[in-house]
C-alpha cells in the first residue's frame, strides 16, 4: 500500500501564494507519475498539474504561469507552489500517485482564497 499526506492548505487572500507538500510512503517500486487535483464543492475533481517520473510537467489551463508542480531528484515528495491565487482557486487539493496503473490519493487539504 502507498500512502500520501498532504500539507500546506489554508487561507490566503487573492493574489497571495501557498505552496502544498505531499509526501508519498509505502509499497512505492515504480513511480509513474504524480499529481495535484482539486475540488470544489458541487464540481468534479480536476487536474491540476502532473509530473512525470521524467520530469515532463502539465499543468490545467487554468492555472498555467502562477503554479508549478516539482518533485526533486525525483524522490517520495511532491510540491504545488501556487502563486497569484484567485477566488476560484479554491478547492480541497488532493495529491495522486500512480503506480502500476494504480492510483492512490491523499486525504485533501483546503486551500480558501479570499476576495
Known amino acids: 500500500q502507498v500512502q500520501l499526506v498532504e500539507s500546506g492548505g489554508g487561507l490566503v487572500q487573492a493574489g497571495g501564494s501557498l505552496r502544498l507538500s505531499c509526501v508519498a510512503s509505502g509499497t512505492i517500486f515504480s513511480i509513474n507519475s504524480m499529481s495535484w487535483y482539486r475540488q470544489a464543492p458541487g464540481k468534479q475533481r480536476e487536474l491540476v498539474a502532473l509530473?512525470?517520473?521524467?520530469?515532463?510537467?502539465n499543468y490545467a489551463d487554468s492555472v498555467k504561469g502562477r503554479f508549478t508542480i516539482s518533485r526533486p531528484n525525483a524522490g517520495n515528495t511532491v510540491y504545488l507552489q501556487m502563486n497569484s491565487l484567485k477566488p476560484e482557486d479554491t478547492a480541497v487539493y488532493y495529491c495522486n500517485l500512480r503506480q502500476w496503473s494504480h492510483d492512490y490519493w491523499g486525504q485533501g487539504t483546503q486551500v480558501t482564497v479570499s476576495s
Open positions: 509530473i512525470t517520473n521524467g520530469g515532463s510537467t
